[in-house]
């Protein structure tokens, strides 16, 4: 019988699922992705979560409960780093998401709760699968094919995002899916920045991206820009952040600000987020000060309503458009 392998379409889902997703399939297991987030699964977060958490691990929460009866195995990795910069990791979240789970629901499936630490040295992700594999008696040259297939995978991945296409629009193409058609001759271009899991969470921001590109606007993310860009960028700032996520923010906002002209930029941060506060300060007065680009920051949580959002979205639009028209 073929183990089914659980992935919560959350959090960092939208960062690496290309990747996992081949390797447990090379592995010769069955991935299974949760659903989209709804608003039963963003009640059943909020329900089971501590209630200072953030909407995305309250959303995470939820997504973990909808594959609770239908899969072997859920994976959920402990992320500590991804690169070679060694004050760099993900936040606190993200380091304890295991334990939180654990803690807070019954009855799931055990939890493949891997440690992701790339600081450790080079190959080091290969060791990590390489040790992952063989927990379930998997031989090594179908490892070694499993972890050179979720190679491919990402790095597809990331050469279709920076066409500018978003995850879920590049994780569609990659499942064969027809490209999305560009939007012609847009009236304005903005740099709609924030953590992956906010940004692309259709459900919690009420799917400003399909919104905005509604109403005439060309949307520019962080996953658009290519990462040896996004690392130049790091040179403009005088100390990094301490986030891998933060980090990957604030450059895109400067290679945006410098080189992209953008209109305006569009700041969509979590409810509750130390990181996020302290980004969305920062972008802002870059912004202002290198650029003197139009800056909005939008705050979501378990309760944002759709109305009151774009309200807010449309006037900042109207506003950008009049000063274009008067200039």
Not at 59 to 69: A, E, I, P, R, S
Not at 112 to 134: H, S
Request: contains cysteine; positive net charge; proline residues 5%.
């Amino acid at each position: 019988m073929t183990l089914r392998i659980g992935i919560p379409r959350a959090l960092s889902y939208y960062a690496y699922y290309p990747f996992w997703k081949e390797y447990f399939q090379g592995l010769g297991f069955e991935t299974v992705v949760s659903q989209k987030t709804s608003k039963q699964i963003l009640d059943h977060g909020v329900k089971e979560a501590v209630a200072d958490a953030c909407v995305p691990v309250k959303v995470f929460h939820g997504h973990v409960l909808d594959l609770k009866d239908k899969v072997d195995y859920i994976f959920v990795p402990r992320l500590v780093s991804v690169n070679k910069e060694r004050t760099v990791t993900f936040c606190p979240k993200f380091l304890g998401l295991p334990n939180m789970i654990k803690a807070s629901i019954d009855g799931i499936p055990p939890l493949i709760d891997v440690r992701v630490d790339l600081k450790k040295g080079r190959g080091e992700l290969f060791w990590i699968c390489y040790r992952l594999g063989r927990q379930f008696g998997i031989n090594l040259w179908r490892i070694i094919r499993a972890y050179r297939t979720g190679l491919k995978a990402q790095a597809r991945y990331e050469e279709i995002l920076i066409q500018q296409y978003t995850p879920v629009e590049a994780i569609s193409i990659m499942e064969g899916f027809e490209k999305p058609s560009e939007l012609q001759s847009p009236q304005l271009k903005f740099a709609v920045l924030g953590f992956p899991y906010t940004i692309y969470d259709k459900f919690i921001n009420v799917d400003i991206i399909s919104k905005l590109r509604k109403l005439g606007i060309k949307v520019l993310t962080a996953e658009m820009v290519p990462p040896k860009q996004l690392l130049k960028q790091a040179r403009k700032v005088r100390k990094n952040l301490f986030w891998n996520f933060s980090n990957q923010v604030l450059r895109a906002a400067l290679y945006y600000i410098d080189n992209a002209k953008v209109d305006g930029i569009i700041h969509i941060t979590a409810f509750g987020c130390g990181p996020d506060a302290m980004v969305d300060k920062m972008i802002e007065l870059e912004a202002k000060q290198r650029g003197k680009i139009p800056f909005m920051s939008i705050t979501i949580d378990e309760h944002t309503g759709e109305a009151g959002l774009m309200t807010r979205v449309e006037a900042f639009i109207d506003m950008l458009v009049l000063r274009r028209d008067v200039s």
